[in-house]
């Protein structure tokens, strides 16, 4: 069974930088998907960016374009965000997921896998 660990939450400023690691243990199926999502509070929970494994094709949210690059190193069997630039409405909580099960690729519904959770802050 696939377990996900993210790591790499914080507080930062505006304008700051952070990378979030998340790391996969147990069987991960070559042909998946890997996405970040954040939930702020009283928010829904939103893809932010997301990675095919086997081609690396990827896909971002508008609002972190140009920002945020989602990664992933095969070797260590490990999901990466930086994000740079942050601004205080990136602040939430970001997962990892995988396992997609059909549909939209940023899409919450559609991940059968989740980590538990990093805190991201930023401040004015």
């Known amino acids: 069974q696939v377990q996900l660990v993210e790591s790499g939450g914080g507080s930062v400023q505006a304008g700051g930088s952070l990378r979030l690691t998340c790391a996969v243990s147990?069987?991960?199926?070559?042909?998946?998907?890997m996405a970040w999502f954040r939930q702020a509070p009283g928010k829904e929970r939103e893809g932010v960016a997301a990675?095919?494994?086997?081609?690396?094709?990827?896909w971002y949210i508008d609002s972190v374009k140009g920002r945020f690059t989602i990664s992933r190193d095969n070797a260590k069997n490990t999901l990466y965000l930086q994000m740079n630039s942050l601004k205080p409405e990136d602040t939430a909580r970001y997962y990892c997921?995988?396992?997609?099960?059909?549909?939209?690729?940023?899409?919450?519904?559609?991940?059968?896998?989740w980590g538990q959770g990093t805190q991201v802050t930023v401040s004015s």
């Open positions: 997921a995988t396992e997609l099960t059909g549909g939209g690729i940023l899409a919450p519904s559609t991940y059968a896998v």
């Open positions: 147990g069987y991960s199926r070559s042909g998946d998907y």
């Open positions: 990675l095919a494994i086997g081609s690396s094709n990827t």
